[in-house]
């Protein structure tokens, strides 16, 4: 059974599902989807960086710059407050692979999918 703010990937056509509404299982192309499990392993291209200055929140994936390349970027950056989504931010290739948020800093954590190498979490 599906999560409230679970991410899922299609293994047929690479769809992916953030879920806002859990009430069953997730499936596409006629197979179940694969749960996104947050990587928080320390990583210089997908760690995902969080600088707070007052209640504006700066996010930057990775020290050194992920790609933004049609073949490989960012597709997602969330702000996630007590392990809700509380905003997010789509990327597109070409774009900076950074956001800013207004909000309170504390408990604060950051996760950002990567099209080829999954979920991240700070």
Same mark, same amino acid.
């Given at each position: &059974? ?12 690479? !769809? ?6 859990? %009430? ?8 179940? &989807? ?5 990587? !928080?392993?320390?990583?210089? %291209?997908h760690t995902p960086v969080l600088t707070v200055e007052?209640? #504006? +929140? %700066?996010? #930057? =994936?990775?020290?050194?710059?992920? @790609? &933004? ?10 702000? &996630? %407050?007590?392990? #809700?989504?509380?905003?997010? #931010?789509?990327?597109? @290739?070409?774009?900076? @692979?950074?956001?800013?948020?207004? =909000?309170?800093?504390?408990? +604060? !954590? =950051? ?12």
């Open positions: &059974m599906a999560r409230i703010n679970e991410i899922y990937k299609c293994g047929v056509c690479g !769809t992916v599902v953030s879920v806002i509404e859990a %009430k069953g299982d997730v499936s596409c192309c006629n197979e179940p &989807m694969k749960l996104l499990e947050e990587n !928080t392993e320390e990583n210089e %291209k007052g209640e #504006k +929140i %700066k996010v #930057k =994936v990775g020290s050194v710059e992920h @790609p &933004m390349e049609d073949e490989h970027w960012i597709e997602l950056i969330q702000l &996630m %407050k007590d392990d #809700k989504v509380i905003f997010e #931010k789509r990327l597109y @290739p070409g774009e900076k @692979p950074e956001a800013e948020f207004l =909000v309170e800093g504390e408990g +604060i !954590t =950051v996760r950002e999918l990567c099209n080829l190498h999954g979920l991240w979490k700070s």
